[in-house]
């Protein structure tokens, strides 16, 4: 069953020194992540921060060194076969992680979070409620309405609910400038324009 302090989740596990989160959804969801990826890396200064997203987008993770390792799950161009997701768990039961926050809620990832072997497993309630062994997956559970808000700012709120302090969302990322050159064609000129090296952008 669910803890009966999930409202202090993040009071009881601040000492953790090992946290994961993780995360199936595909690029777009992978973007939506880093604002409570951010709160997440803050709350636990000290931890070694890992985040599991889909193999084919591990590379945006380049743009948050602060996490850091960056775990692939196999969602595309296939899904993962029996064997892959029997080394995923074998993979997680090894590193013996203290937190797992996993927000998106899928059947697929929730089983993940169970078999973890996490100490403390924290997930998002589905709409439906999910099947009736669902929360057993979980020490602690949340519930946020899905669909009013951004998906970022769902996840944030989550981890509000559960005492995380409250700061505006912020994409925290570093980005290389060799991958930020844009060529502009005019007059038969090129203009070639980097960005900035670091990039913060924050939404309320």
């Not at 193999?55 to 969602?75: F, I």
């Not at 074998?90 to 929730?110: H, M, P, T, Y």
């Not at 700061?167 to 900035?196: D, E, Y």
Request: net charge positive; glycine share 8%; hydrophobic share 40%.
């Amino acid at each position: 069953m669910a803890a009966a302090d999930t409202k202090k989740f993040l009071q009881r596990t601040a000492d953790s020194q090992k946290v994961m989160v993780l995360d199936l959804g595909f690029l777009g969801d992978t973007v939506h992540l880093l604002p409570s990826l951010w709160m997440v890396r803050q709350a636990y200064p000290q931890a070694e921060l890992h985040a599991t997203v889909a193999s084919h987008v591990t590379s945006l993770m380049e743009c948050v060194p602060w996490v850091d390792h960056v775990w692939g799950y196999m969602r595309y161009p296939r899904h993962a076969t029996f064997r892959e997701n029997w080394d995923m768990v074998a993979r997680l039961r090894r590193e013996k992680f203290d937190v797992l926050i996993n927000l998106n809620g899928s059947d697929r990832s929730s089983w993940l979070t169970f078999f973890s072997g996490a100490k403390a497993r924290l997930g998002r309630l589905p709409d439906d409620g999910g099947p009736p062994f669902w929360k057993q997956m979980f020490t602690d559970h949340v519930q946020h309405p899905f669909g009013e808000e951004p998906v970022y700012l769902q996840h944030c709120r989550c981890l509000e609910k559960v005492g995380f302090p409250a700061s505006p969302p912020a994409f925290n990322v570093k980005i290389n400038a060799a991958h930020t050159g844009v060529v502009l064609k005019g007059n038969g000129h090129q203009i070639r324009r980097h960005g900035a090296d670091h990039l913060r952008c924050g939404y309320q």
